[in-house]
């Protein structure tokens, strides 16, 4: 089959589980010798050329549809102008600055991309359906990573007349955080175009459940496909950390739960058997969580505890996999129930047990590999209760992680996800 895969990019600042996700997606499925294209939008991908078969140049360029947005005379400028804004390099710089973008802005240009044709991006629209109806790139599927994307879907099919899928992973936070009027102008835009989309392929059962509610979709359009990721290159651990190691892997903000773990640290340091414990954070920031992630200095200074906590700075998989494997234990506590939980797997990946609030997908995956715990109380207190027997016994934290490695090996893998993809996209075709 000939597909192209369109996914939002979100520069080189944090930890993006849609982006990795996609481009370990798309790989696998050309390994198994389909013609795929990950065409990029808004962003670069946090990711290299040689990590994926084939790129599209990027679409919608985030500078060009901020600019198209606030000012009607970039609705008309040539397309000379536009690639100087499409810039790589510029591009990385307004990814650093997009945190600072306003609350409203935001609203308004996600508003607008919805609209699809009747949005102030028209001319990056038209652009899209240009070169994807080129010979040598028009696809027979055109896969949505989001439904965020989901204004595409109508133009795409009319003038392709490819079958549209959509991917599904927690979009229902970003939406629901727009603020008033926008929320529900967007749910209504997202509900009335979904009757565009030929199929919506959820990463998660718990997910796909609430998003067939919130869309009233009909079962049969909506499926599973768990994406798992490539036990390549991860290292499982033989023996425990000579100190006990508490590990956090997403972006470091308020929302992933960085605060509780943090809280959490603080109190289970107090315990006299676990006063040498040390927390490692990974996974970038924006520009608006600077803020935060300065009070969390200031008051683990406080308590004296600065030394003993590693703001890491680098997250590109060769990090990754050497942070990692010096953790005892990995914990996100998020704080709103999430559809994937790309960290969990990459915990697995490397024999890590994992701790996680019982909310969203994390029952799903702790039951489906056996690698980790679950607490019911997700505050500092009951994440430090849950913590603890796993800094204590390093014995019980190594089983539970050779669980969750072989469950990568076994039915995590990414490989299963692309046959599993494949599969289903036959059938609609």
Known sequence: MKIVQITPGSGDNFYCE??????ALVTAMYRLEHE??????????????????RKAPIFFGGINVYLQQKLSIFRKTPRWLDKLFDRPGLLEWASRKAGMTSAKDLAQTTISMLQGRHGRQIKELDRLIEWLARDENKPEIVILSNILLIGLAKPIAERLRAKVVCLLQDEDGFLDGLMPPYTQQAWDLVKGHSRDVDLFISVSKYYAELM?????????????????ISPEGYRLRENAPEVPTIGYLSRMCPERGLDTLIDAFIRIKENESLKNTRLRIAGGKSAADESFIDKMRQKLNSHGLSDDVEFLPDFERSARLDFLHSLSVLSVP?????????????????????????IGVFPELIEMTGGGLLYQDNTAAGLAAAIE????????????????????VEKLGIRQSAEEMIRILKQIM
């Open 36 to 53: 795929i294209t990950l065409l990029p939008m808004y962003l670069p991908l946090q990711i290299s050329d040689k990590e994926i078969p």
């Open 212 to 228: 067939r509610q919130k869309l009233g979709l009909d079962p049969e359009r909506l499926k599973v496909v768990h994406v798992g």
């Open 389 to 408: 027997p796993l800094l204590l016994d390093s014995d019980y934290a190594l089983e539970l992680g050779k669980k969750g490695r072989d469950a990568v």
């Open 18 to 23: 849609n982006c990795l996700r996609d481009a």
């Open 334 to 358: 998020e704080k709103k129930p999430v559809a994937y939980g790309l960290y969990v797997l990459e915990a697995f990946a490397s024999g890590v047990p994992v701790v996680e609030p019982d």
